[in-house]
């Protein structure tokens, strides 16, 4: 689980990137996005770094910047081909809404919606009142999302900072792959495409037979900053209520401190004995 930073493993296959492009907003995905839940689905994590990647190249404008985007995941994420369909739902010259779907085997899999809003020059009045995570240098190692299957969760770095429990965990993360074979990865794609791991790295209850899953139906990402490097801090805590539902609440951190948040709803459902 743990690699030397800078080490990029090597796949099945060969294959050393979460995605293929094969042009015009179609890819194929890898091995390394192989999900938790099911081994022919894709975890929600890389797909919403490739579907940020389509939402960034869309008619960029560097006056604005993305500062919410909004998942909802409407089934299973089938691996293999599909596309992404992107375009502006509400223009404007300050703010604008966008809408990407995934479209596999003709049918959307997920709907993201993002605001791009107006940059601005607010340094004297800003403040953030989120706490900081404990930096990278002081984490230590940290094998618990062993206990995950699939490609992405293998695809994994992990670090762990002290006082880590179920149901609240401060942990760091990155993976080696780029997003798409061959093509850079910005910032921005990187980290949101680590996201949605926040729903694993603090479970109330482990996975498997005989407990429960609470897979999530979306991901709401709000940032105040633009996030910068390789390593994503999730600071979770992860709620159950008493009638099926539940809530994973995360700040975000990279190497400056907190840059936004994230709220994952959760589907809990008692499992069978094997």
Known sequence: MIREHGDV?????????????LSDGHYESSVHT???????EQHM??????????????????????????????????GGKFRIETKIIRPGKTIELLQAELIANERVAVRATAWR???????????????????????????????????????LEARVVPGHRPGHGQVWIRSPYPMVEGEPTTDMVRLMGLVDTANGIASR???????????????????????????????????????????????????HGPFGVAAQILTVRELPEA
């Not at 404990?134 to 969760?153: Q, R, S, T, V």
């Not at 209520?241 to 809530?247: C, E, P, R």
Request: glycine share 12%; charged share 15%; net charge negative.
């Open 205 to 255: 209850v482990p996975p498997g037979p005989g407990s429960y899953m609470f897979p999530n139906v979306d991901l709401s990402i709000h940032l105040h900053r633009e996030p910068v490097g390789e390593w994503l801090g999730l600071d979770t805590s992860v709620t159950f209520g008493t009638d099926g539902i539940g809530l994973t609440n995360t700040v975000l951190n990279d190497a």
């Open 45 to 78: 994590a890389p797909v919403s770094g490739v579907m940020t990647r389509e939402l960034e190249l869309h008619r960029p404008r560097p006056e604005l910047r993305m500062a919410r985007i909004s998942f909802d995941i409407l089934g299973i994420i089938p």
């Open 117 to 155: 809003l107006q940059r601005g020059q607010t340094a004297a009045v800003a403040a953030v009142e989120d706490p900081a995570m404990a930096p990278l240098a002081e984490a230590g190692e940290w094998h618990d999302l062993d206990k995950w299957p699939g490609g992405y969760i293998a695809s």
């Open 9 to 21: 493993p090597t796949g099945s296959n060969g294959q050393n990137y979460f995605y293929r492009s």
């Open 34 to 40: 192989q999900g938790a839940w099911n081994p022919h």
